[in-house]
């Protein structure tokens, strides 16, 4: 089984400012995806990294896959409220999880 | 696109009856499904990967005969929670990716099932 380690678990901001979520394992992955699961909802994709080194932007959302394929992070710039909600990483044949990061912008 | 949708979102039942909760992909046709639990403030745990036209492949520690699943058809995947008690209660989430392609999957919006 191939394990996804996130960090932090709980990440709470103040609005306009900047966060990063981290997501390790060691194996590698032939891709990792990053979705947003808000309360009560199924979890939404935001991203799909397929190459190691690469570098997606969606808005404010940087997503990074590190060169080896073994990690991957999300940082947000200027957070809104709006960007508040459980981010999960996922990777394998199997779409294993990572535990999440809940992430609290106020306002 | 690519939409999954989930019936019912939400459902009670009482302890010993049995809840069937429905799966389908509106706009693709998905040869696999995947059965997930979530409980509260926890990230997704996968129960069991849906196969249409054969058996569902269950996760280890996964009960076959408590959580039965059928894939009849490449639209429809539907997960009975037979015999439910109240540590079954929780959020169940089904997802479905585009055919040959397993690394993205698409979520349906869960089923919250409360056993008293």
């Known amino acids: 089984t191939q394990l996804l380690e996130q960090s932090p678990q709980f990440l709470s901001i103040q609005e306009g400012e900047n966060l990063t979520v981290y997501c390790n394992s060691s194996s590698v992955f032939s891709s990792l995806q990053w979705y947003r699961q808000e309360p009560g909802e199924g979890p939404v994709l935001l991203v799909t990294?397929?190459?190691?080194?690469e570098v997606k932007k969606l808005k404010r959302l940087t997503f990074q896959f590190g060169d080896a394929r073994k990690d991957s992070s999300l940082h947000i710039t200027a957070a809104q409220p709006g960007d508040t909600g459980l981010y999960l990483c996922?990777?394998?044949?199997?779409?294993?999880f990572g535990a999440g990061t809940q992430v609290v912008v106020t306002p | 696109g690519a939409v999954v949708s989930q019936h019912p979102s939400w459902v009670i039942c009482k302890s010993g009856t049995s809840v069937k909760i429905e799966c389908r992909s509106l706009d693709f046709q998905a040869t696999t499904m995947f059965w997930y639990r979530q409980f509260p403030k926890q990230s997704l745990m996968l129960m069991a990967t849906?196969?249409?036209?054969?058996?569902?492949?269950?996760e280890q520690g996964v009960e076959k005969d408590k959580f039965l699943i059928n894939h009849a058809s490449l639209t429809l995947s539907t997960l009975t929670v037979t015999s439910a008690h109240p540590e079954d209660s929780s959020f169940y989430i089904c997802?479905?990716?585009?055919?040959?392609?397993?690394?993205?999957?698409?979520f349906g919006p869960g089923t919250r099932l409360t056993v008293l």
């Open positions: 990294v397929v190459t190691g080194g």
């Open positions: 996922a990777g394998g044949g199997k779409l294993q």
């Open positions: 997802s479905a990716g585009l055919a040959g392609r397993t690394d993205t999957q698409y």
């Open positions: 849906s196969n249409e036209g054969s058996k569902a492949t269950y």
